[in-house]
């Protein structure tokens, strides 16, 4: 069976970063196995600008931006096998793929980075009534058909769900001649990015409708029309607001959820909120060597935040490797206890990644990134060491469109010899 | 006197901004918290451009389609004229990124490159 230090699964924006960084690090042995026929991920079809700000301080386009980390990878003689499903890991690091030219083989890691990235929602999570007819995409979908296949899917289009993809394919599709009606979202507030909205929607005179939803789809063969309803407080469809919409095409944009079946089968702890890997500070998961980051962690609306989770993800793994190594040199075999602390997710905050920290291991300056449950206007986001407060930043407006992260310091957490919880929560005053 | 209602993209705050007008004069700008929304709204109302992207065919390539840009932002009411510029535009491989697929797109001076290679 051959063997790699560290094998990374997907090569997209996540497993190119956290490779470039492994190899930065000092590791040598990589391997990066991807499904598609090229690297580069989902950004290969995001060919609207707007990507890299952070990273490149230029405005890119996704494949520009995917580019830049495939010359790197191939700069730094990273090795990686395309046309390859990876169909299985098992606990103790044996990774089962398949191509045409190698068939069925097995490869030994030293370490792992889950770096799959996330699938969109389909319809069949959505209970709208009627037939399935022709016509409906998701919008990811949509994209992937008028981007790289150069196909329009419809002609005149409804789209629900105000996600960022949603946004993005109402602008594309009126540009390819297509007439999009009205954008329906069934929460208050946009799951989108403002510049997307003015953008993408009010450049082009395109209505959004809060707090909407799709309640009727007519046609038996292809898509006919559609009806659209208010709904109140509890999402449920007002009577009497109803609106028809004629159309043949009904985009969905309803958000995305990681893709883990790979490491729910190898054992990895799963979170309820984000249905990505638990992680510590390292990006680890709860199997000692196993690392995720990227999408399949936890939906990003940002690619600059994946390149630099995953190039933290790619250091510690090859720290990771390299510990593991002078362990045996040694004669110990297991990890260096240290102590973990968790982080409660309270008021309004809804989850945080990671979500528990070892003092002993984390960087000096950690990022905690995580995401609201709503709309908050000029509130704190606080951080709290047991009962005292260390952080408390004014945040004119915050929304669950919009990753939020606060920087917890070392040696702060240092100075807490028996902290028992790290709390992060919004607070009003 | 006219007005234009806009909201500010320069940061996550979205603030709804009120520009006023005397013709092409701009007489006051309110709503904004901060002077990068005065200085977007001002741009917005005598000059408002955008980077267009969009996709062109591709013979010989691993890919059927490759995706192209503005290099520059052009005029907003020129989006179509370039997009429609664009149409029947067929490319040969090998195509690299930054590769001017087409110059001075709809006379704005500003040429369409390449975004990906093929
Ligand atoms: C349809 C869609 C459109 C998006 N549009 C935007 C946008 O416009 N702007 C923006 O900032 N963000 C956008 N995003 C978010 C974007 O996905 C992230 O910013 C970024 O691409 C995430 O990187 P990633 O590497 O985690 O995931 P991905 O880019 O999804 O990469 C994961 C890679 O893993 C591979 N893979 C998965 N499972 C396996 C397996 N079993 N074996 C081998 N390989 C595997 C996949 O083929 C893929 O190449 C979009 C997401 C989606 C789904
Ligand atoms: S005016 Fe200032 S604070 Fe308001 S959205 Fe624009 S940049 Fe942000």
């Given at each position: 069976?051959?063997?790699?230090?560290i094998?990374i699964?997907?090569?997209?924006?996540?497993?190119?970063?956290?490779?470039?960084?492994?190899?930065?690090?000092?590791?040598?042995?990589?391997?990066?196995?991807?499904?598609?026929?090229?690297?580069?991920?989902?950004?290969?079809?995001?060919?609207?600008?707007?990507?890299g700000?952070?990273?490149?301080?230029?405005?890119?386009?996704?494949?520009?931006y995917?580019g830049?980390?495939?010359?790197?990878?191939?700069?730094l003689?990273?090795?990686?096998?395309?046309?390859?499903?990876v169909?299985?890991?098992?606990?103790?690091k044996?990774?089962?793929a398949?191509n045409?030219?190698?068939?069925?083989?097995?490869?030994?890691?030293?370490?792992?980075?889950?770096?799959?990235?996330?699938r969109e929602?389909?319809r069949?999570a959505l209970?709208?009534?009627?037939?399935r007819?022709?016509?409906i995409?998701s919008a990811?979908?949509?994209?992937?058909?008028?981007?790289m296949?150069?196909?329009?899917?419809?002609?005149?289009?409804?789209?629900?769900?105000?996600?960022?993809?949603?946004?993005?394919?109402?602008?594309?599709?009126t540009l390819?001649?297509?007439?999009?009606?009205?954008?329906?979202?069934?929460?208050?507030?946009?799951?989108?990015?403002?510049?997307?909205?003015?953008?993408?929607?009010?450049?082009?005179?395109?209505p959004?409708?809060?707090?909407?939803t799709?309640?009727?789809?007519?046609?038996?063969?292809?898509?006919?029309?559609?009806t659209l309803?208010?709904?109140?407080e509890?999402?449920?469809?007002?009577?009497?607001?109803?609106?028809?919409?004629?159309?043949?095409?009904?985009?969905?944009s309803?958000?995305?959820?990681?893709?883990?079946?790979?490491?729910g089968?190898?054992?990895?702890e799963?979170?309820?909120?984000?249905?990505?890997?638990?992680?510590?500070?390292?990006?680890?998961?709860?199997?000692?060597?196993?690392?995720?980051?990227?999408?399949?962690?936890?939906?990003?609306?940002?690619?600059?935040?994946?390149?630099?989770?995953?190039a933290a993800?790619?250091?510690?793994?090859?720290?990771?490797?390299?510990?593991?190594?002078?362990?045996?040199?040694?004669?110990?075999?297991?990890?260096?206890?240290?102590?973990?602390v968790?982080?409660?997710?309270?008021?309004?905050?809804?989850?945080?990644?990671?979500s528990?920290?070892?003092?002993?291991?984390?960087?000096?300056?950690?990022?905690?990134?995580?995401?609201?449950?709503?709309?908050y206007?000029n509130?704190?986001?606080?951080?709290?060491?047991?009962?005292?407060r260390?952080l408390?930043?004014?945040?004119?407006?915050?929304?669950?469109?919009?990753?939020?992260?606060?920087?917890?310091?070392?040696?702060?957490?240092?100075?807490?010899?028996?902290?028992?919880?790290?709390?992060?929560?919004?607070?009003?005053? | 006197?006219?007005?234009?209602?806009?909201?500010c993209?320069?940061?996550p705050?979205?603030?709804?901004?009120t520009?006023?007008?005397?013709?092409?004069?701009?007489v006051?700008?309110?709503?904004?918290?901060?002077?990068?929304?005065?200085?977007y709204?001002?741009?917005?109302v005598?000059?408002?451009?955008?980077?267009?992207?969009?996709?062109?065919?591709?013979?010989?390539?691993?890919v059927e389609?490759?995706?192209?840009?503005?290099?520059e932002?052009?005029p907003?009411?020129?989006?179509?004229?370039?997009v429609?510029?664009?149409?029947?535009?067929?490319?040969?491989?090998?195509?690299?990124?930054?590769?001017?697929?087409?110059?001075?797109?709809?006379?704005?001076?500003?040429?369409?490159?390449?975004?990906?290679?093929?």
């Amino acid at each position: 069976m051959k063997t790699y230090d560290i094998v990374i699964i997907g090569g997209g924006p996540a497993g190119l970063s956290a490779a470039v960084s492994a190899k930065k690090s000092g590791t040598d042995s990589i391997l990066i196995l991807e499904r598609d026929k090229e690297l580069g991920g989902i950004l290969n079809q995001c060919i609207h600008n707007g990507f890299g700000l952070h990273t490149f301080k230029e405005e890119l386009t996704g494949p520009e931006y995917a580019g830049r980390f495939i010359e790197q990878v191939q700069e730094l003689q990273i090795e990686y096998k395309l046309h390859t499903m990876v169909m299985d890991i098992s606990s103790d690091k044996v990774v089962t793929a398949m191509n045409s030219t190698d068939g069925l083989f097995e490869i030994r890691a030293g370490a792992v980075i889950l770096a799959m990235g996330c699938r969109e929602r389909s319809r069949g999570a959505l209970n709208i009534p009627g037939y399935r007819p022709a016509g409906i995409f998701s919008a990811g979908t949509a994209q992937r058909l008028v981007n790289m296949e150069g196909y329009l899917p419809g002609r005149k289009v409804v789209i629900l769900g105000s996600g960022d993809i949603g946004l993005i394919m109402a602008r594309r599709m009126t540009l390819e001649g297509a007439q999009v009606q009205v954008v329906a979202e069934l929460m208050p507030y946009s799951g989108g990015l403002k510049r997307n909205i003015v953008q993408c929607l009010d450049d082009y005179g395109i209505p959004l409708k809060l707090s909407h939803t799709v309640v009727e789809i007519r046609g038996k063969e292809r898509v006919e029309g559609i009806t659209l309803a208010q709904v109140d407080e509890k999402g449920r469809p007002v009577a009497g607001t109803e609106e028809e919409y004629e159309c043949d095409t009904l985009l969905l944009s309803v958000g995305l959820i990681p893709e883990n079946e790979l490491s729910g089968g190898m054992g990895v702890e799963l979170s309820r909120v984000t249905s990505g890997p638990v992680v510590n500070e390292s990006l680890e998961t709860n199997i000692e060597g196993v690392f995720a980051c990227g999408n399949v962690l936890h939906v990003h609306d940002l690619v600059d935040f994946v390149s630099e989770e995953a190039a933290a993800a790619g250091r510690n793994a090859a720290r990771y490797v390299q510990e593991a190594g002078s362990r045996k040199a040694q004669g110990t075999d297991k990890e260096a206890a240290g102590r973990t602390v968790e982080i409660c997710a309270v008021d309004g905050v809804r989850y945080t990644v990671p979500s528990r920290i070892n003092t002993e291991r984390m960087e000096d300056i950690q990022t905690v990134r995580f995401r609201v449950g709503g709309v908050y206007k000029n509130c704190f986001v606080s951080v709290y060491l047991d009962e005292e407060r260390i952080l408390h930043r004014k945040r004119p407006v915050m929304a669950p469109g919009e990753m939020e992260e606060v920087k917890l310091k070392r040696e702060e957490l240092l100075r807490h010899p028996d902290l028992k919880a790290i709390t992060v929560k919004v607070e009003e005053v | 006197m006219g007005k234009r209602e806009l909201i500010c993209i320069g940061c996550p705050m979205g603030c709804p901004v009120t520009v006023e007008m005397e013709g092409d004069e701009i007489v006051s700008v309110s709503g904004n918290t901060c002077p990068r929304g005065d200085a977007y709204a001002r741009k917005e109302v005598t000059n408002p451009t955008r980077i267009v992207t969009s996709t062109v065919k591709v013979e010989g390539g691993l890919v059927e389609m490759i995706s192209v840009k503005t290099k520059e932002d052009i005029p907003k009411d020129k989006i179509f004229d370039c997009v429609r510029a664009l149409k029947g535009v067929t490319v040969k491989a090998p195509v690299h990124i930054g590769d001017v697929i087409l110059a001075d797109v709809a006379g704005t001076g500003v040429d369409v490159v390449a975004t990906r290679n093929a």
